[in-house]
Each structure stands twice: as structure tokens, then as C-alpha cells.
């Protein structure tokens, strides 16, 4: 039967945003990968905060009968969203052992787990020095003494300018728009749209008001609220192709390319 086209009015925004942007069998298998390489352990507990619709949670109870998860965000709708993931996605038992809270990432207190994430960038969301520290710090006080923290952040000269970048994908594209940046604030203001082969579109789906925190300034903070160890891990790149691999590698240097991706691990 043929497929039916999608459109602005018939798309599911959370759904197109997951297929743009997420890829949680990479994530689970990064923390994993981690996990081992710094404790010689498995990683079995995991908060997944500013949690969207949960994906990578769902993914983390699918990937072994014993592993646990908590996810963390403050919009409601999204709250709504993780749960019909949930139902969608994984069966009774292994929807047991997957906690969906509603709460402040930054306050929110549960369960003390071995590793807690924030992707997206979401915690760009912090524009203050003191507020972010005062989420890192909370933070830390829900990992286990053998915990890892894990952020990604993303930089380069390209991150200054005002641009919008198109991904193609097999039923709409992906609009990335960086609208303003103040050089002065590094606040900047971000939207992602939807467009459709119907001439359609989501305009401005989801908004992002941020500040651009700089690797050093990442790392200043995480110290200062309490972690020792902090890693940096620089996305590689394919010289052949001219794109990003799927591969992180922990450095102490890198290039001043115009546009890159890091996670930062923290540790106690």
C-alpha cells in the first residue's frame, strides 16, 4: 500500500524531532562503552534528565533485563510525551523499571544512579553562572561515588553566526535556525522547523533560548561544584566523506574547526 505523504497538519512534531535529531542506541552504547573504560564496571542506573519524550531512557530499559532509568524534565506536554513513548515502546516489565517524573532537573531529588545525562544541549538553558553550577552541583549529589556526569555541548566560529542549516530525511527536512547570538551576552535564540515535499511547514516546532556556554566555562563549573575529573570528547570527523562520524575521542586539543560537537564526563 502506497505511503501516505506527510504534512505540516498530519505530522507529529515530537516524532520528527526524535528522527532529526536523537539517535539513542549510539547514546547507550556510549555510556556503556564509558561506563567500563573508567570503573571496570556495567552502568545499570541511569537518569536522563531534561528527558523530552524519554527516548534514550526507553532504549536504556530495552538494552538489559537489569537496567533502571529516571527521567527528569519541567514541560508537562513532554511529560505526556515520555509516557506514550513508554507505552509504545516497551512492555510491563520493562516499563517497571522506568520512572517518568515531572520536576526541575536542577532541584529534582530520586533514586542515586551511576549516570545522569543531559544531551541536546539542554542545559544551555541555565543563562546565569550560579544557576548553572547550582544544577551541576544537584547533580552530583544523585550519582553514586562511581558516577559519571555526561554533557554535550557544541561550539566553533559557526555557532556565532545567524544561519540555517537543511537535513534532508525521507518524508520532510530539518530546519536548523540559529536566529540571533548577542557576542556580549552569548545568549542566543534557536528554532528548529519542519518542511514538507507539500510546500508545507512547522514553523518555529521547538524554541531555544540559550546561552552558548564555552568549553572552558563547562568545565570551571562542573569543578566548581564538586567534580574532580572532568573528560572532554571531540566527535571526529570522516575526511572522505567531509562529514561527523558516529565516533568520540577524548582530547586535550582539537582544531579551531568552524562547527563541532563534544560531550563533557565528569567524575567524583
Known amino acids: ?46 537518569r536522563e534528565d531534561f528527558c523530552a519524550s524519554a527516548l534514550i531512557s ?9 537496567n533502571t532509568s529516571i527521567s527528569v524534565d519541567l514541560d508537562k506536554r513532554m511529560i505526556s510525551a515520555a509516557k506514550k513513548t513508554a507505552q509504545n515502546r516497551l512492555d510491563n516489565e520493562q516499563r517497571s523499571r ?16 551511576d549516570c545522569i545525562l543531559a544531551t541536546n544541549f539542554s542545559y544551555f538553558v541555565f543563562k ?20 559519571l556526569f555526561m554533557l554535550d555541548a557544541f561550539g566553533g566560529y559557526e555557532a556565532h553566526q545567524l544561519l540555517e542549516e ?22 542566543i535564540q534557536c528554532y528548529i522547523h519542519f518542511e514538507f515535499s507539500d510546500k ?13 556556554w564555552m568549553l572552558p566555562e563547562i568545565q570551571e563549573c562542573l569543578k566548581e561544584a564538586g567534580f574532580r575529573y572532568v573528560d572532554v ?9 567531509d562529514e561527523e562520524t558516529e565516533r568520540f575521542y577524548k582530547v586535550t586539543k582539537c582544531d579551531a574547526d568552524p562547527a563541532w560537537v563534544a560531550y563533557l564526563v565528569a567524575r567524583k
Open 98 to 113: 522506568m520512572k517518568i517524573r515531572y520536576g526541575d532537573s536542577s532541584k529534582y531529588k530520586g533514586d542515586i544512579v
Open 200 to 212: 508545507t511547514k512547522k514553523k518555529r516546532a521547538f524554541s531555544y533560548s540559550w546561552r552558548l
Open 233 to 241: 570528547y571531540m566527535q571526529g570527523w570522516d575526511n572522505e566523506k
Open 58 to 66: 526507553s532504549e536504556w530499559v530495552k538494552d538489559n533485563k537489569n
Open 1 to 46: 500500500m502506497k505511503r501516505e505523504k506527510l504534512t505540516a497538519r498530519k505530522a507529529n512534531i515530537d516524532r520528527l524531532y526524535e528522527e532529526s535529531v536523537q539517535c539513542p542506541e549510539f547514546e547507550v552504547s556510549f555510556i556503556k562503552k564509558l561506563f567500563k573504560k573508567y570503573f571496570n564496571t556495567k552502568c545499570i542506573s541511569l
Open 166 to 187: 537543511r537535513t534532508k530525511h525521507k518524508d520532510f527536512t530539518y530546519v536548523w535556525d540559529q536566529s540571533s547570538f548577542n557576542p556580549i551576552t552569548h545568549e
Open 128 to 147: 546565569d553562572r550560579q544557576k548553572l553550577i547550582k544544577y551541576f552541583s544537584n547533580a552530583y549529589s544523585q550519582l553514586k561515588k562511581k558516577g
